[in-house]
């Protein structure tokens, strides 16, 4: 009977060594590791890519924000309640479900009468949220229907707009995955420090 109480005790302390052994190496080491990596090697990324415009902070580069007005480029519509990023998440509607196909319809042709465009001319991601509703880009397709607008509430050359698009425009990742997209809060900064 001692010699079973002593192989418990032994064992016991040893499942209580490795606990803490784990819990100092999983639980703190590698965190502490990864963490420094992070900030050393990735900053920007590690920080939440932020941008920021005139020394302060205004957004992330990988979150969407809501643009309103004639004068900027609006983002896709957003299933987060105004790109809340607290409740992130897509509208779950199927695609034959008939209150997406109202909203849809409803925003194409919101979309074409503020850009003065057919309907026809609105691209899928104008009138449809992504995922998560906080996508920050667009495609280039939508930024370009919406150029003269922009242009004219600037009082700016359609010209000098559509390049500023261009420059923004990031094209598929390693050359084959995604597809190209336009940063709305990147271009619409690089349109206010045109003046």
């Known amino acids: 009977m001692t010699h079973q109480i002593t192989a418990f005790a032994?064992?016991?302390?040893?499942?209580?060594?490795?606990?803490?052994?784990?819990?100092?190496?999983?639980?703190?080491?590698?965190p502490l590791l990864v963490t420094a990596i992070g900030q050393l090697a990735f900053r920007d990324q590690a920080n939440g890519s932020r941008v920021s415009y005139q020394g302060r902070i205004v957004g992330s580069s990988l979150l969407g924000q809501s643009f309103t007005g004639p004068e900027w480029f609006h983002p896709r519509p957003s299933a987060a309640d105004g790109y809340d990023a607290s409740v992130s998440g897509g509208s779950n509607l199927g695609p034959a479900n008939p209150e997406l196909l109202r909203t849809v319809t409803e925003r194409r042709a919101q979309v074409a009468r503020e850009n003065g465009v057919p309907e026809s001319a609105v691209p899928a991601d104008a009138v449809t949220?992504?995922?998560?509703?906080?996508?920050?880009?667009?495609?280039?397709?939508?930024?370009?229907?919406?150029?003269?607008?922009?242009?004219?509430?600037?009082?700016?050359?359609?010209?000098?707009?559509?390049?500023?698009?261009?420059?923004h425009t990031q094209g598929r990742l390693?050359?084959?995955?995604?597809?190209?997209?336009?940063?709305?809060?990147?271009?619409?900064?690089?349109?206010e420090q045109l003046g």
């Open 129 to 167: 949220a992504s995922g998560s509703g906080l996508d920050p880009h667009i495609s280039p397709e939508y930024a370009a229907i919406q150029v003269n607008r922009v242009a004219r509430a600037r009082g700016l050359d359609p010209a000098r707009v559509a390049q500023l698009v261009r420059a």
């Open 174 to 191: 390693l050359g084959f995955l995604g597809e190209p997209r336009v940063n709305v809060l990147e271009l619409n900064l690089a349109l």
């Open 10 to 30: 032994r064992q016991a302390l040893a499942a209580v060594r490795a606990l803490v052994v784990l819990t100092i190496v999983l639980g703190l080491l590698y």
